[in-house]
């Protein structure tokens, strides 16, 4: 297990810049994946965005192209950025890491609120 805290959210403006941060309580460059999920209002946990150990990503097909997560082994945290919010991206954002053993780790989510 590791502790996972994300910072970053608050109000963006539709077509404006985004970049979130999940910090991790240390060393992330043994971690397989790590990544993103999101949650809107009312809706279910989603998959957005991973990025494993040797620097494969995955996009979810709604942020492809959009989206950008990358991994700072040395600040032992993890990135999403876009520069083209959509309100339709208004949602809690949940880091998760994925441990060797199959345990899966979680952040408790930055709200991100895309609007003018």
């Known amino acids: 297990q590791v502790q996972l805290v994300e910072s970053g959210g608050g109000l963006v403006q539709p077509g404006g810049s985004l970049r979130l941060s999940c910090a991790a309580s240390?060393?992330?460059?043994?971690?397989?994946?790590m990544g993103w999920f999101r949650q809107a209002p009312g809706k279910q946990r989603e998959f957005v965005a991973l990025?494993?150990?040797?620097?494969?990503?995955n996009y979810a097909g709604t942020v492809k192209g959009r989206f950008t997560i990358s991994r700072d082994n040395a600040k032992n945290t993890v990135y999403l950025l876009t520069d083209n919010a959509k309100p339709e991206d208004t949602a809690v954002y949940y880091c998760?890491?994925?441990?060797?053993?199959?345990?899966?780790?979680w952040g408790k989510g930055t709200l991100v609120t895309v609007s003018s």
């Open positions: 998760y890491a994925d441990i060797w053993g199959g345990s899966r780790s």
């Open positions: 240390g060393s992330i460059s043994s971690i397989p994946a």
């Open positions: 990025v494993a150990s040797g620097g494969s990503t």
